[in-house]
């Protein structure tokens, strides 16, 4: 009998520690996929710290380029393997596409929690990214279904110091469309130079517009400033040409800019790392680029001397839009079992003093509006160009595939020559008009 009795009584101490065992272990695990090579070691600082706080862990993972990323995000979404958290990078289409497919959660309830607490943080421009307004062309129910981690904004960048040997002010930079041409001239005269000087072999603007979506993005940006949005949109809609004479002068933009020697020679097969570089190295005065700029030139060069800039205008008519809005985003998996601690992790993450050490330790600017007190001087320009911010992603109308590529070469062949702006236009309007073709026939 006693012998039975110790036997039970082990028997309930095990009980016991086993039931103790499941407790402790009772906390889930959230895995975020992300590509973010440049935010990841604070990430990691932050699960830990998340950890800490409420024994819920983190698992970060880091899947780069982004090229990879995608490829992996669209293979896990058709085996209904997503993780607990994920971004996804593309076009707004493809963002209601998985909507749709029953992969992101509607997050609508949890931002107006509470008088709309956690909506409330986020710049307005930033939440829009990830919303869908109640009369989107997506057939989307209204929501918001992702959280900003960050902003950006696509300016033009310009070095101060290059301002200076050119007889410019550094604390000035051009305003007008004219200006930047005639300061275009200027760079040739300096660049082309063959006495040798320390002016010699400058470039004038770079980007990585051998990535088209950059030339895209400023295209975007006169054409909102030559013809205002809802002409834009409008053309997108197909109730305005591409051979309008609006649409001539945004393509007229890139020849006039090119016969200026304002751009960088090469700039149409550039990858933006080497723009980067060369903006860096301080052997080009100007730069368009996103505000992820700030951190990738600090690694490349600490005491480059630089500011931040609107495109200038090429008219008066209507203001001047850049891209820009939320950065970076994450979704939560509708399908995942621990959904609630994804979404709450998500609020913490966006918190203000996790916002904060994340720009102070990556240069993003943080999504978190109440977070710029503490970023530095050039964030801050960045920052300010939110009220010029405007995205595809939140037009509510997307444009053919097909009509962006062909629109995008089609500058690429006016910046080398080959083909004119009214060209350009009568192409681009051609293929747009059998893409319609095929829609209406659908």
């Known amino acids: 009998m006693l012998i039975r009795s110790a036997v039970l009584c082990i028997f309930a101490i095990f ?3 086993g039931c103790s065992g499941q407790k ?3 906390k889930p695990t959230i895995t975020v996929w992300h590509w973010m090579t440049d935010r990841d070691p604070a990430f990691q600082v932050l699960a830990k710290k998340y950890e ?3 024994g819920t862990r983190v698992n970060f993972e880091l899947y780069a380029p982004s090229d990879a990323y995608s490829q992996k995000i669209r293979a896990a979404a058709q085996g209904i393997n997503l993780p607990d958290v994920f971004g996804i990078l593309g076009e707004k289409r493809d963002f209601a596409a998985f ?3 029953g992969h992101i959660l509607d997050i609508t309830p949890y931002m107006e929690a509470d008088n709309s607490v956690w909506k409330n943080k986020f710049f307005p421009k930033a939440l829009a990214v990830n919303e869908f307004s109640p009369d989107n ?6 929501g918001i279904f992702g959280v900003p981690i960050d902003i950006m904004t696509i300016q033009m960048v310009y070095n101060k110091k290059l301002f200076k040997e050119l007889g410019l002010n550094p604390n000035r930079p051009p305003k007008t469309f004219q200006e930047l041409l005639d300061i275009g001239v200027k760079i040739s005269a300096a660049g082309g130079s063959a006495s040798g000087g320390k002016s010699a072999g400058m470039q004038g603007l770079v ?3 051998g990535e088209v979506w950059m030339i895209d993005c400023l295209a975007n940006n006169y054409a909102f400033n030559i013809m205002g949005k809802d002409k834009v949109l409008a053309t997108i809609k197909g109730e305005i040409p591409y051979t309008d004479p609006d649409w001539i002068q945004v393509f007229s933009v890139f020849k006039q800019m090119q016969e200026s020697g304002i751009l960088a020679k090469g700039i149409v097969t550039m990858i933006n790392k080497s723009a980067e570089q060369l903006f860096a190295n301080e052997k080009a005065v100007f730069a368009f680029n996103g505000s992820w700029c700030v951190n990738v030139y600090k690694g490349m060069n600490a005491n480059l001397e630089y500011g931040a800039m609107l495109p200038p205008e090429v008219s008066d008519k209507y203001p001047i839009a850049i891209w820009g809005g939320a950065g970076s985003s994450f979704m939560v998996n509708a399908r995942s079992k621990n959904k609630e601690e994804a979404v709450k992790f998500l609020s913490w993450l966006t918190d203000q003093d996790q916002q904060a050490y994340l720009a102070q330790e990556t240069n993003n600017l943080p999504a978190n509006k109440n977070s710029l007190s503490k970023i530095p ?7 300010r160009g939110m009220d010029y911010a405007t995205h595809p992603n939140v037009w509510g109308v997307s444009e053919f ?3 962006i590529e062909a629109f995008d070469r089609g500058i690429q062949s006016i910046i080398i020559g080959e083909k004119t702006p009214e060209q350009v236009a009568a192409e681009v309007q051609k293929i747009k008009e059998r893409e319609l073709a095929k829609k209406r026939a659908r």
């Not at 050039?378 to 920052?383: G, K, N």
């Open 137 to 142: 062309s997506y057939g989307i129910n209204p």
């Open 24 to 26: 402790i272990d009772s």
């Open 401 to 403: 595939s097909l009509v």
């Open 99 to 101: 909507i749709k497919a």
């Open 207 to 209: 980007s990585g517009w």
């Open 377 to 383: 001087e050039i964030l801050a320009q960045f920052a």
């Open 52 to 54: 800490a706080l409420t």
């Open 15 to 17: 009980s016991v520690l």
